[in-house]
């Protein structure tokens, strides 16, 4: 048995789907069954979180949407697996448009609609799926009920392990096709409430059945042939890395590489599953699997643009127990995300790093702080974090951090595992240091 993630960018014409087609009865040729968890369509997603909060439009939205994926199966499937997918889609579309018209009339959505609504663009991606494949000859299913068992946080579901176990297996003792296609992202409470995972939850969802069948490869199928050494629209000679440990994975996709859920390598740790990350486009691809070891030098780049740097500055916060508990408060009551923070041993300074959109409400907030804080100071930075195992020895990190030091980075500070350095530089020239850094990063994988 496999596991194979098909992503939404994948899914957006036939064409796609032929190449899909190539790769999974490929996979059948060796194995006895496949499991396919797929994501929404190419931009579904979006619309239909448009839907749940433009109450006057959110019937226009949801119609166009059953539209487009009523004209996909048209060009997917035909005969009979036409026919039967035509049925469901009519049956999930139905209820869809229910839902629509009951945000648009109560003009109300919680977070338990919104997941509600959004859960239907995986559901529909399975039935159009399993037509595409059952018109092409195989033996496929489409299983339009939440694989996941979650709890209640809606939005940012945490998968409950044991009961996701019970429940896939009594889906595939149910539904006994060798081609088992399933929607990823979304799960449902042990109420029966649906729930979503956080976005890029199908790679997550993907790795979490895995782990719960007990199957020891996942191939996550993408519009680039692997995860790249940096970003390729902004470094030119990046290219695909061969292989990456979890604690690298772990950090890349933290760090917003590939746009991975955070959470995608977490079900590995202590197991022997691999997972493939592959294109489907170009040939190519990344395995992650195992530890760190000795071969591990350095492996990829990451950049986060659009920030600022809050600089406070204030000698009344030296040995002043609760200053930067203090400072943190604020942030937290104006609801601003800290992307980083240092301190220097001498406490007369802390500097905070958020979104540009965030760093206005922040220096509104810290104005409560008058009788700790003297100066506020505000300024365009971005962040760029080097990603490897090597970064653990000192004769590997000591030539990342001279290379940066011609940039004179404002804080440097290590990831989980000491796999990552990220770097904080005026904005002016992070662009530059990101750049130097990936000529470090090739040269070391070559």
């Known amino acids: 048995m496999i596991v194979v993630k098909i992503g939404g960018s994948i899914q957006k014409e036939k064409q796609d789907y ?8 490929k996979y059948q040729e060796k194995e006895d069954r496949v499991i396919v968890i797929v994501s929404a369509i190419k931009n579904a997603t979006n619309e239909l979180i448009e839907a749940s909060t433009n109450h006057e439009r959110s019937t226009e939205i949801v119609s166009n949407l059953i539209d487009r994926h009523f004209a996909l199966l048209s060009d997917l499937a035909e005969g009979k697996a036409f026919e039967e997918g035509f049925q469901q889609l009519s049956k999930i579309a139905d209820d869809l448009a229910k839902a629509a018209w009951s945000v ?8 338990k609609i919104r997941d509600y609504i959004v859960s239907f663009g995986e559901r529909m991606a399975s039935i159009l799926m399993a037509s595409f494949l059952k018109s092409n000859g195989l033996d496929a299913s489409a299983v339009t009920e939440p694989p996941l068992v979650t709890d209640s946080s809606y939005g940012e579901a945490n998968v409950l392990l044991e009961e996701t176990k019970d429940n896939v297996t009594k889906i595939l003792e149910r539904v006994r096709s060798k081609l088992v296609i399933l929607p990823g992202f979304i799960g449902r409470t042990t109420e029966g409430k649906f729930t979503t995972v956080g976005r890029g939850g199908s790679d997550y969802s993907a790795t979490v059945i895995a782990k719960a069948l007990g199957v020891k490869t996942v191939r996550l199928i993408t519009e680039v042939p692997g995860i790249m050494t940096g970003d390729p629209r902004k470094f030119r000679n990046a290219k695909t ?16 590489a590939k746009r991975l859920h955070p959470r995608t390598f977490d079900p590995l740790f202590g197991t022997d599953i691999k997972v493939v990350v592959e294109g489907l486009y170009e040939e190519g691809y990344t395995e992650v699997v195992g530890l ?18 809050v600089d406070i500055e204030s000698s009344r916060m030296v040995g002043r127990i609760g200053s930067a508990a203090a400072i943190l408060s604020e942030a937290q009551k104006a609801n601003v995300n800290i992307v980083a923070m240092s301190q220097p041993a001498s406490e007369t300074s802390i500097q905070l790093v958020v979104n540009s959109n965030d760093a206005g409400k922040l220096v509104d907030r810290l104005g409560e702080l008058r009788s700790l804080v003297t100066d506020v100071e505000v300024r365009d930075v971005g962040a760029v974090s080097v990603v490897g195992c090597g970064l653990q020895r000192p004769e590997v990190s000591s030539k990342v951090i001279a290379s940066a030091s011609g940039f004179n980075p404002l804080s440097i500070s290590r990831g989980m595992k000491r796999v990552s350095l990220t770097f904080i530089a005026e904005k002016e020239v992070s662009d530059r240091l990101a750049q130097e850094l990936h000529e470090v990063v090739v040269k070391w994988t070559s």
């Not at 648009?104 to 977070?111: A, C, I």
């Not at 890395?241 to 933290?254: F, M, N």
């Open 241 to 256: 890395i061969p292989r990456l440990s979890l604690e690298e994975a772990v950090e890349l996709s933290q760090l917003g």
């Open 18 to 25: 032929d190449l899909i087609l190539e790769k999974i009865r």
């Open 104 to 111: 648009k009339v109560l003009e109300e959505t919680t977070p």
């Open 292 to 309: 760190c070891t000795a071969q591990d030098v350095l492996k990829g780049i990451a950049t986060v643009d659009n920030l600022k740097l």
